[in-house]
Nanobody
Framework: QVQLVESGGGLVQAGGSLRLSCAAS????????TGWFRQAPGKERDFVAA????????YYAESVKGRFTISRDNAMDTVYLQMNSLKPEDTAFYYC?????????????????WGQGTQVTVSS
């Protein structure tokens, strides 16, 4: 079983930045693809970004492309989401997730493990 713990959320003004971290409990993390998703109140959980196990390929939702960057440090068993130029519409609970398949995917049901999430609030 893999446990994921997100951190780094908080309150920021529009135009600001935050960096989210997702720490995994198992060394095998390095063979898993990892994604970030977000869910605003009353809405479905949406794909944000994903990265292959090697870090060689990344995939972004159109709404965050050019503003967010996903990366990973397999030596630290951690995946990051750098969020720049934040907008009020980025406000949501952010979750990281991992899938045993090493390739990226934007579908929530393709992911095997989920963290508890961290709140990101962007004020206007």
């Amino acid at each position: 079983q893999v446990q994921l713990v997100e951190s780094g959320g908080g309150l920021v003004q529009a135009g600001g930045s935050l960096r989210l971290s997702c720490a995994a409990s198992r060394r095998t993390f390095s063979r898993y693809a990892t994604g970030w998703f977000r869910q605003a109140p009353g809405k479905e959980r949406d794909f944000v970004a994903a990265i292959t196990w090697s870090g060689g390929y990344t995939y972004y939702a159109e709404s965050v492309k050019g503003r967010f960057t996903i990366s990973r440090d397999n030596a630290m068993d951690t995946v990051y989401l750098q969020m720049n130029s934040l907008k009020p519409e980025d406000t949501a609970f952010y979750y990281c997730a991992m899938r045993r398949d090493g390739s990226v995917d934007r579908r929530t049901n393709e992911y095997d493990y989920w963290g508890q999430g961290t709140q990101v609030t962007v004020s206007s």
